[in-house]
């Protein structure tokens, strides 16, 4: 058990309380008491003052949705990106043909950009060629 459970434990029952500050002078207690109420007013004011940004953003929400309507603006005219949508990446992908040095042929399928097996650069230093020379067939 954690240290806030355990203090959650003792401070849910008051049979529990009353054991937890049998030796406790008053003084001790009611200091105790008055650093409690301090911190439930700070968390008060701090879910209050939360609950306005909540309520003034809802606001704000809901005076730019009757300025759209009285434009005849909706979000779709916006595009797709700007309702959170990421766009997509239109790579087209390909099939390209290389001899090793052996003069074995391998394929590898894959685009005209980014990393390529060792083999085919190796290729395509020997040989000076790019990329598109060696393409078969587009997928």
């Not at 809802?58 to 603006?73: A, P, R, W």
């Not at 399928?109 to 060629?129: C, D, H, I, M, N």
């Amino acid at each position: 058990m954690n240290i806030f459970d355990e203090v959650m434990h003792r401070l849910s029952s008051k049979t529990r309380m009353r054991g937890l500050f049998r030796d406790v002078h008053v003084e001790d207690l009611e200091r105790i008491v008055t650093r409690l109420q301090d911190v439930l007013e700070e968390k008060k004011a701090a879910v209050e003052e939360q609950q306005e940004k909540i309520k003034a953003k809802q606001n704000s929400i809901e005076v730019i949705k009757k300025m759209m309507d009285e434009k005849g603006i909706s979000i779709e005219d916006f595009g797709s990106t700007a309702v959170g949508e990421k766009k997509k990446r239109n790579i087209k992908r390909y099939l390209f043909e290389f001899q090793d040095k052996s003069g074995s042929n391998h394929q590898w399928e894959g685009s005209l950009t980014g990393r390529a097996p060792k083999v085919f650069q190796e290729y395509l230093q020997r040989t000076g060629k790019e990329r598109s020379d060696c393409i078969i067939e587009e997928r």
